[in-house]
């Protein structure tokens, strides 16, 4: 299974980015789906992720109200649309999907993108 993200880059201060993440391979069933951040010299942190019917989403604090994260289900595909950009969230991006391998399967295999750099300056 691999995913890859794309549409980091460089914006300035109270802009926008929407970062995309398609995971692709032999996977039964997508489950959870969202992206992870982590900026230099820190932890790798929770962004937002959702469930498969995207009725269940969690932010972290901080981007509560200027990220919005989405998913295509069809094409195994989430996104995080990110406005009112600030510079405390360059950072790196991570996507990750969590998964079944087959329908017997009892536990969830998690598979992480290759990263995608924001960086949010003037």
């Known amino acids: 299974v691999q995913l890859q993200a794309s549409g980091g880059g460089l914006v300035q201060p109270g802009g926008s980015l929407k970062l995309s993440c398609e995971a692709s391979?032999?996977?039964?069933?997508?489950?959870?789906m969202g992206w992870f951040r982590q900026a230099p010299g820190k932890m790798r942190k929770l962004v937002a992720n959702l469930n498969f019917g995207g009725g269940n989403t969690d932010y972290r604090e901080s981007v509560k109200g200027r990220f919005a994260v989405s998913r295509d289900n069809l094409k195994n595909t989430v996104y995080l649309q990110m406005n009112s950009l600030k510079p405390e969230d360059t950072a790196v991006y991570y996507c990750y999907s969590d998964w079944a391998q087959s329908a017997t399967s009892s536990f969830l295999r998690r598979s992480w993108g290759q990263g995608t750099q924001v960086t949010v300056s003037s």
């Open positions: 391979g032999s996977m039964f069933k997508v489950d959870s």
